[in-house]
């Protein structure tokens, strides 16, 4: 990898004050399980990587008033450990339980998992985000066999490969952003944004700030759950995830949210499926007509459109774990 100057600051101010005003200069590293992959294939080239392995006001998971603060360097393991986390939000859970590796498990942080770059094979191998070639879409006329089947028409094909992304979109989680100018809140599902240009980054955080906490609402009458298909349950990225969150009134549903993974450039909502659950029971029939509304609007590429039946098989398993029981 290219040698880089190694900062590591005890402060989130101090750490901004490391970091630049466009991308390129100085990275952050958390757990390291993404950048370091990318230190090593040459795919970012910092001349500062900036550690904030030591802020402490980075760290912890606490319950308030307004929810559950979630603080960036928690890791996985921790995130499966709290009893708050498993009380009330199982999606969560689920997303984590996911990532099969203990040493990712370990080391991978919740904020770093919102902020790791794409796993695209184009991307990896130095084509740039949009992956294109003499003006040419690599990923639309070569193998995309775990490419985007929604929102791909544009140059973005790509798949976000957060695992708590939809999730936490579902529970209309946000996070919080300090940079120079102080901070700012946003909500997780416009913190994924589907980039125009290789210049563009797929995450709406600016290099000059610094990812600290996520801020989940209370879930207590909310039911839900995540559910992903995987074609090896080893070290692997799952194929197509789908998170819900439900607003129950008795046994009806008073509103939903519903969002994809690894099936668009961002996490995607699945505004048709919503749509068919909002004042129903969570009936069979309900739920089978939720998972066919969810695959409206997908346009498959020219080698992954099995993606359309893994989407309602999916988001027709996520409801039945977040069904009440009888």
Sequence with gaps: MQAFAYASPTTVKEAVSLLADRWGVADVLAGGTDLLNLLKDYIHTPQRVVSIRNIKELGGIRKTAAGLRIGATVTLTELLASPEVRAEYPSLIQAARGV???????????????????????????????????GRSLAKEGDNRYHAIFGNQGLACFVS??????????????????????????????????????????????????????????????????????QRETLDWP??????????KGTTVASARVFLGHVAPIPWRAAEAEKVLAGKGLTTAVIEKAAEAATAGATPLSKNAYKVQLVRAAVRRALEAARPKA
């Design 161 to 230: 490969a957060s695992s708590f992304g939809p999730p936490l979109a579902a529970l209309n989680a946000k996070v919080k952003l300090v940079g120079p100018k102080g901070e700012r809140e946003l909500p997780v599902e416009q913190f994924f944004v589907i980039p125009k240009s290789d210049s563009e980054r797929e995450i709406a955080l600016r290099p000059d700030e610094i990812l600290t906490e996520i801020l989940v609402p209370p879930a207590t009458n909310v039911r839900n759950a995540t559910y992903e298909v995987r």
């Design 100 to 134: 099969n590796s203990p040493q990712i498990r370990n080391m991978g942080t919740v904020g770093g998992d919102l902020c790791q770059r794409p796993r695209c094979w184009y991307f990896r191998q130095g084509f740039g985000l949009l992956a294109t070639k003499d």
């Design 239 to 248: 194929l197509v995830t789908a998170s819900v969150a439900l607003t129950m």
